[in-house]
């Protein structure tokens, strides 16, 4: 930090299993990655290259190696993962992700239908040489999952071997675990908490007022997902309480009350 200032909650450190920024890179250039490393590697977790922009995108391994480098973890995006399952190409996803130098991977079934079982079986073969991210719920409007199936997919991909669930938003953060207005479904996320640890789910949360929600819900450490490139920063200030939604979040009583609006 460049100085001091007191009543600033506590972050845990990178390398992190817990407190995680996720940021989704929707084609940036190795000179815009080289950028966004220079004002944000220290508060950046994973990088999501997301949905196929990877299929397109110029220096795709020198732009993996330079995140790596900077002790970001890479991924592609679940959606690159279902359109090898969908043409039955499986054993060339694994493949790529050998020949691109990952050692992260997202198993998504959000754009197609996928048997569960045969969804824990991907996970079980992924994980046993890579970090597995399971992503759970429709990237459909209006489909709607009861709680209780959440609990049980999350649980099962989990034990299956998911370093993390990911609860599904999308980027444009209205589908899932939100409303199409963007507001949380509080029921279905309270619920959720009830089973399953919240250091095991990253929340996608591309809105503002998503992530607000969820550092006062959880806390400055609540793993987060879908930042845009130009949002890290900022962010990192609503976890701390350096920004006037979360401001009064981490002042005493003392200090915070006479000065309330």
Do not use: C
């Amino acid at each position: 930090m460049n100085f001091d200032l007191p009543f600033i909650p506590e972050r845990t450190e990178r390398p992190r299993s817990n407190g995680l920024t996720m940021v989704m890179d929707k084609g940036l250039s190795l000179r815009e990655a080289e950028n966004f490393i220079d004002a944000n590697s220290t508060l950046t977790d994973i990088i999501k290259l997301g949905f196929g922009t990877s299929y397109l995108t110029k220096d795709l391994k020198e732009k993996i190696k330079l995140y790596h480098e900077n002790d970001m973890k890479v991924y592609l995006g679940g959606t690159l993962f279902e359109a090898f399952i969908a043409r039955g190409m499986f054993d060339d996803f694994k493949k790529l992700l050998i020949k691109l130098g990952l050692e992260t991977v997202e198993v998504s079934d959000g754009s197609m239908h996928l048997e569960h079982d045969q969804k824990l079986e991907y996970i079980r073969d992924l994980a046993k040489d890579f970090r597995v991210l399971s992503e759970v719920g429709s990237k459909e409007e209006g489909i709607l999952i009861a709680p209780g199936k959440w609990v049980k997919m999350m649980d099962t991909e989990l034990s299956a071997g998911s370093w993390k669930v990911i609860a599904e938003a999308r980027e444009s953060g209205n589908v899932g675990i939100y409303r199409p207005n963007g507001t949380a479904h509080v029921v279905l996320v309270n619920k959720i908490l009830a089973k399953v640890k919240s250091e095991d789910i990253l929340w996608e949360a591309p809105q503002k007022a998503q992530q607000v929600w969820f550092i006062k819900l959880i806390g400055a450490n609540v793993n987060l997902g879908n930042i845009a490139p130009n949002d890290v920063i900022p962010l990192e200030t609503l976890r701390i309480g350096l920004r006037g939604d979360t401001f009064f979040e981490y002042l005493p009583s003392e200090i915070a009350d006479p000065i309330r609006p």
